[in-house]
């Protein structure tokens, strides 16, 4: 008499909890590299997708799947700038990167860790960078490997990756400020800012920014702003009372950390609409970017 065997069991991957405990790593990268959580968010799914397509024994003979996985997205980021730059050139407007609040994810795996390369000014500059500099930077500059690692992931020769990650130092040296002390917290000229705007006092906001700063506003044309950047401190101080006289009774501030920084945002019937980012030097306010595309502002409307 012969018996039926049972179900063969599927043996789980040993490996699983390890290469999973990566995706926080990754979307840290990713996010760096595109500006947008929600396209690192796509490109890390795509790295996984591709690790599971592999056979059990192709990923058994990975000596290093935590390598293996960052050389993927990596590659899978370097694809995406190359062609956003095409994609953005019939953007409406100026393409801002997408900020981000602070510990508001609800999944841990998923949070950004936030510190001055996710600053808004400094993703700005990482913007004006060609892909290949943009993540021979970030690689080498701000997660350390080695040139080696990041010449088979570019494409380049090593040599080539250092000519790369210089050049993007000299961009970001170039966009800094120039060194000056205050006594005065960015997180206080931030407040100012937002009370001298609701009691439409000019006079205080021409003083709190900078004569030569910019307002650059993102819309994507899904919503209503400026298009063109505003130059000049007190023009930007003339825009915001024009814009009190005009929306501040429907509209509510609240103080946000945005990206690390010190924020703004704008909420219409509770729910948030605009979010301010701000680049302070000194006492003054250098940038102010305003994020209005509601595709960029997910992660804020839906904590």
């Given at each position: 008499?012969?018996?039926?065997?049972?179900?063969?069991?599927?043996?789980?991957?040993?490996?699983?909890?390890?290469?999973?405990?990566?995706?926080?790593?990754?979307?840290?990268?990713?996010?760096?590299?595109?500006g947008?959580?929600?396209?690192?968010?796509?490109?890390?799914q795509?790295?996984y997708?591709?690790?599971?397509?592999m056979s059990?024994?192709?990923?058994?003979?990975i000596?290093?799947?935590?390598?293996?996985?960052?050389?993927?997205?990596?590659?899978?980021?370097?694809?995406?700038l190359?062609?956003?730059?095409?994609r953005?050139?019939t953007?409406?407007?100026?393409?801002?990167?997408?900020?981000?609040?602070?510990?508001?994810?609800?999944?841990?795996?998923?949070?950004?860790t936030l510190d001055?390369?996710?600053s808004?000014?400094?993703?700005?500059?990482?913007?004006?960078?060609?892909?290949?500099?943009?993540v021979a930077?970030?690689?080498h500059?701000?997660?350390?490997?080695?040139?080696?690692e990041?010449?088979e992931?570019?494409?380049?020769?090593?040599?080539?990756c250092?000519?790369?990650?210089?050049?993007a130092?000299r961009?970001?040296?170039?966009?800094?400020?120039?060194?000056?002390?205050?006594?005065?917290?960015?997180?206080?000229?931030?407040?100012d800012?937002k009370?001298a705007?609701?009691?439409?006092?000019?006079?205080?906001?021409?003083g709190?920014?900078?004569?030569?700063?910019?307002?650059?506003?993102?819309?994507?044309?899904?919503?209503?702003?400026?298009?063109?950047p505003?130059?000049?401190?007190?023009?930007?101080?003339?825009?915001?009372?024009?814009?009190?006289?005009?929306?501040?009774?429907?509209?509510?501030?609240?103080e946000?950390?945005?990206?690390?920084?010190?924020?703004?945002?704008?909420?219409?019937?509770?729910?948030?609409?605009?979010?301010?980012?701000?680049?302070?030097t000194?006492?003054?306010i250098?940038?102010?970017?305003?994020?209005r595309?509601?595709?960029?502002?997910?992660?804020?409307?839906?904590i």
């Open positions: 008499m012969t018996t039926r065997s049972e179900p063969e069991q599927v043996r789980p991957d040993p490996g699983l909890d390890a290469i999973m405990s990566e995706r926080r790593h990754l979307i840290n990268l990713a996010y760096r590299l595109l947008s959580l929600a396209e690192a968010e796509d490109a890390v795509e790295t997708t591709r690790w599971y397509a059990r024994r192709q990923r058994d003979a000596e290093s799947p935590g390598a293996w996985l960052t050389t993927v997205a990596s590659r899978i980021c370097l694809n995406q190359r062609s956003a730059r095409a953005r050139e953007y409406v407007g100026d393409w801002i990167p997408e900020p981000i609040p602070d510990g508001t994810v609800a999944d841990p795996a998923d949070q950004v001055e390369s996710v808004l000014a400094f993703l700005v500059v990482l913007e004006s960078m060609t892909p290949a500099e943009r930077f970030i690689l500059d701000v997660f350390c490997h080695p040139f080696a990041v010449a992931i570019v494409g380049r020769t090593p040599a080539a250092r000519q790369l990650a210089s050049s130092r961009r970001i040296r170039a966009a800094q400020p120039s060194a000056t002390t205050s006594a005065v917290r960015p997180d206080d000229v931030v407040r800012f009370r705007w609701e009691t439409k006092d000019i006079t205080a906001l021409i709190l920014l900078d004569p030569t700063a910019t307002a650059t506003a993102d819309s994507g044309g899904l919503a209503s702003t400026f298009l063109d505003i130059e000049g401190g007190e023009q930007i101080a003339r825009v915001w009372a024009d814009l009190a006289d005009r929306r501040l009774d429907t509209m509510t501030l609240q946000r950390t945005v990206n690390g920084q010190p924020g703004l945002v704008a909420l219409e019937d509770g729910v948030i609409v605009t979010v301010f980012a701000f680049e302070v000194g006492n003054r250098k940038h102010i970017w305003v994020i595309n509601p595709d960029k502002l997910r992660p804020w409307t839906t």
